[in-house]
């Protein structure tokens, strides 16, 4: 069974383990090693938490910590799910509620950002009703790899 929940603050290191482990799992495969490497050196998943930590919902799946989602007003900002609960409905729960959320808000879709080369993302976000509506140059995180920005209706949910 999965259950949603309000991050805390004492969550901090649990946000920051749950990005590594799916950025382990996710990115290694598709960036070149030495792109990968810089967003260990920058310490992304650890500048997230410290920042943000308070701000996920956290996906329990029987008790176990196995997923957070920052929902930042109708954009999708961050939804990690650890590598042993991929393909578990983790992700999908998490991407419900914030359309959820998004809809209760008052928005009529839902937006986010990925790697064009995260081909396993995009065919879950596109079986979830995502269209990409641009692909661009991540020059602000990433030079160098192109990042699709995605759309979903919220208005005939």
Known sequence: MIVLRPATHADEQLVADIILASMLASYARFLPAHRFQRILDMDRP??????DAARFTVAEANGTPAGILLLKGDYVDHLWVRPEFMGQGVGSALLAHAEERAAKDGFDRLTLDCFEKN?????FYRSKGFRVTLTRDAAEY????NTCSLVKSLSAA
Do not use: D
């Not at 081909?119 to 065919?123: E, F, R, S």
């Open 46 to 51: 650890g500048q997230v938490a410290r920042t």
């Open 119 to 123: 081909k396993k993302a995009l065919a």
């Open 142 to 145: 990433m030079p160098g790899e």
